[in-house]
């Protein structure tokens, strides 16, 4: 005789309780079921008020898995220093190990997931704009939405402690039905009004890269990736579900990504996937050299050929390819990379772009490979100590989250992360954009400068600011 919902519920958080007391320590407990929901986004801002600070929003490109995370159950934050992949994994180990499952299960990107991500740098000191991050910051949510191929999932966290009782379940129920009848239709959004629109120390950003230039021509230095900041200011808080609406309107070939800690949101639509795992299947991608795009349909062809020419950009880009191709031979019983690369055409820019398919080796988790790939050339430079140490010399700029690995990883192996370009770090009614470009030998500031300017678009335009040519 089958058990009802509630009853499989009470049973799994009572054994989860049990298995508590008897470890004297906390378990995890999830609960998994199917729901009928269309619209993520809603989700998210059915949180709004109830979950500020500790919401997360993850949707890939070809639109096959969406997620919404509300609420915080368990944070997962290592030391800033070279362990601390191997630190994140060995705690989400621990809880997956004594955690307890009920309702539906093996289902991709579902049950008990760990949503976060990691700075550029651990050695930069990033105290000031990205107080509430840190150097790398997880968190299981309360409830998750997953939306898988064409079918919705809800997830209900609880961490179990020694003591809990079955008032839990209770609570439980009453928090996920008080937000649920809040309605998960339509998005409550209005637009955001722009106040100030400040460049960043451009001059100085001009002059280091010209230094970064004659220093490249003069040492084994051969490739420096640098970024700039743009500061945005509003006349009202700004909505993140807002940002997030727009970029998924206007970026459908990107990551459409957020990740609250405290008052601030990291939100950005990046176009570049750092890693993909799918049981043993595993895919990157190597995304460097762009350009922007045409006014007709005919400038744009003739500026993809000039890309897909361009010696500097294809520079720039096989030092990406070559990258990835090793770190991923290191880890993978096969790995298929085509001859050349391709267009990948946004709204308002265009890059070479390559994909990397592979087999990982048996116990090789998402993580190991998010170590061995973070940062490639298109974010840090090569080679890559030395670019990543004169980044942290030259650049004057707090990167924090920014072209930093950001994803989720589930309990049966699967998981993705992106680099987190094309993004803005949201405070208040403040935003800062972040932008960068890679320094090679035949580099110009002027040039260099108006890249950078380009790649502001995206988040320019979700945000309300003012697009550069």
Request: net charge negative.
């Amino acid at each position: 005789m089958a058990i009802s919902e509630e009853t499989e519920q009470f049973q799994g958080l009572a054994s989860a309780i049990q298995k508590a007391k008897d470890l004297n320590d906390q378990v995890l407990f999830s609960h998994i079921k199917k729901i009928q929901c269309t619209n993520p986004l809603s989700f998210y801002q059915a949180g709004r008020e109830r979950y500020a600070g500790e919401r997360f929003f993850w949707e890939d490109p070809a639109k096959e898995i969406t997620i919404t995370g509300l609420g915080n159950v368990k944070k997962l934050k290592a030391a800033a220093n070279a362990e601390r992949y191997r630190e994140v994994e060995k705690s989400w180990i621990k809880l997956q190990e004594t955690a307890v499952k009920t309702g539906v299960t093996d289902v991709e990107a579902t049950g008990p997931l760990l949503f976060g991500g990691f700075s550029f740098d651990y050695e930069s000191n990033s105290t000031i704009l990205w107080n509430h991050f840190g150097d790398n910051l997880f968190y299981i949510p309360a409830f998750m939405l997953s939306i898988v191929g064409k079918q919705a999932y809800l997830t209900t966290n609880l961490l179990c402690s020694p003591d809990d009782s079955e008032k839990l379940f209770r609570d439980m129920i009453n928090e996920r039905e008080a937000f649920l009848s809040e309605g998960l239709d339509g998005v409550p959004c209005g637009p955001n009004s722009l106040v100030k629109q400040r460049e960043v120390q451009s001059a100085e950003w001009k002059r280091t890269v010209t230094e970064a230039v004659e220093e490249i021509k003069t040492t084994d230095l051969d490739k420096i990736v640098l970024a700039r900041e743009l500061r945005l200011t509003f006349e009202h808080s700004i909505d993140s579900g807002k940002v997030l609406e727009q970029l998924i309107a206007e970026q459908p070939l990107s990551y459409i990504f957020s990740l609250e800690a405290g008052g601030d949101c990291f939100v950005g639509a990046t176009p570049e996937r750092l890693i993909k795992k799918q049981g043993d299947a595993v895919f990157s991608t190597c995304l460097a050299g762009s350009m922007g795009r045409g006014k007709d349909q005919r400038e744009d062809v003739s500026l993809g050929n000039e890309l897909l020419h361009d010696q500097k950009n294809l520079q720039e880009h096989q030092y990406v390819v070559s990258m990835i191709s090793n770190a991923f031979d290191a880890v993978c019983e096969k790995v298929v990379i085509p001859d050349g690369p391709e267009l990948m055409k946004n709204r308002h820019i265009q890059h070479l772009y390559t994909p990397v398919r592979g087999v990982a080796k048996e116990g090789v988790t998402i993580l190991q490979f998010v170590e061995n790939l973070h940062p490639t050339p298109a974010m840090g430079g090569l080679p890559k100590g030395k670019a990543v140490v004169r980044i942290r010399e030259m650049e004057g700029l707090e990167r924090g989250f920014y072209a930093g690995p950001l994803g989720w990883m589930d309990t049966y192996g699967n998981g993705e992360f992106a680099v987190g370009i094309r993004s803005a770090l949201i405070q208040d009614n403040e935003a800062s954009l972040f932008a960068g470009c890679g320094v090679v030998e035949d580099s110009t500031a002027s040039a260099e400068f108006r890249e950078t300017g380009i790649k502001f678009n995206p988040m320019l335009s979700a945000l309300g600011g003012n697009l550069n040519e």
